[in-house]
């Protein structure tokens, strides 16, 4: 059929075979295939770009392009003698909201005049003619179905504006070959092939006769997407599979906590800006009632006298009022104190070696780097005797398994331990150092109130930190957060 309803003479393409033989195009499609390796059909194929509008494309077809609706309320209301207040303008622009936005951009980028202390001066020959503007003739015609007339960088502006969509295709187009078409002058027998086995193939037992189509492994298929999983959830997960292997046991524990563990327990002061420094959200509940009454007293002591016989503590005051706000937690170093009090899983002896990978909650200014909450990979290793290579060794192992080979480390305070060190790397893309961690080595005047007596390395490094320096991300929110593209999640690769 498909051969009959082909030309020798005129390319055809699938699409209008199609609709003249009533058939689906995807089995059109694979008839010219098969057709093809017969020698009895050419199939050409050549991609094909489309261009539909957007629904706010639609909308300035209507309406015009805002930047044009001002320009013309503008001069209407004589803005090309004197400037007049945009706030006059926008009423007969009919512009409010987002659109406001639009028509300054493209006003200004257009030259269609001047926005100054909020009022609009119109230009006297304005750089884009308001008459004969590219953009919105561009528009027109994709309304019309006439692409092909519009200049690459018009269009290339407008899918910018997000005012046009762009798709490619391919379109295949069929002509009968020499040999097909004696063969169809000698008369040819038809096949008919079966695509798929059916229950009623089977039982009348017809299976037996039919002859099969073959497979065509390399037609094109529509693209499905399955669900998986978001690339930082994967990531985190192979985070603690890494851990585990290491050694590790995972804690848990509550994201709103008392001040008490989050700060108290780790030495920072009552009244040190540190706390404030954390900026962690603070939560309007009760106060945390349940605090083990020995380990609050040990730590008061710590705060207001010191610990060990060198030992003088800060002179600042410390109530169990404070110790006992809730808040959301700045860090997961939480459950790192509330796991070697021995108050999570009872008494540790070394060598223990615990993690975590969940969220916290700082009160950061959003950019690129910083979110309000974000996971961090919390660990520790207790033993009797722990150096700072042991720590730098436990990084350069762990970063191994990720790729990331060139750490580095530098000097940090702590109010909890140390030495400290923040960690850096390398960004792929940028070959910024990135920050990536904070680590160190527990203070006696933290481990002793705790009960803990020989030595605790900790840290706390960023997941999306890591996220950035494996994938070349560098906006924090292309992986977090609502932003975050669902193309980039489909697409990425997992990297192993
Ligand atoms: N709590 C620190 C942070 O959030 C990380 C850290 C944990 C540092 C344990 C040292 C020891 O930056």
Redesign the pocket.
Known sequence: MLLEAASATDARTVEQLAADLDEPPQAVTRAAFELEDAGLLAVEERGEETVTLTEEGREYVESGLPERRLYDAAVEAGADESPVPLGELLGDAGLDGPTVDVALANFARKGFGEIDAGSVTVAETPRVDPADDPEAGALAAVEAGETDSIDGSTLDRLEDRGLVRRASRTVRSVTVTDEGVTALMEGIETAETVTGLTPDLLTSGEWRDVEFTEYNVEADAETTYGGRKHVLRQTADRVKDVLVGMGFSEMEGPHADAEFWINDCLFMPQDHPARTHWDQFGLDVPPMRELPEELVERVRSAHREGVGEDGDGYHSPWTEDVAREVDLR??T?SL?MRYLSGNAVGDLEPPQRYFSVEK?YRNDTLDPTHLLEFF?I?G?VMAEELSVRDLMGTFTEFYEQFGITDLEFKPHY?P??EP?FELFGTHPETGEMVEI????I?REEVLRPLGVECDVM???LALERLLMLMYGFEDIRDVHGTLCDLDLLRTTEAVY
């Open positions: 700045g860090h170093t790192s916290v961090q919390e520790w702590n909890y331990t400290s961690g904070n680590s160190g527990f900790a840290w706390g």
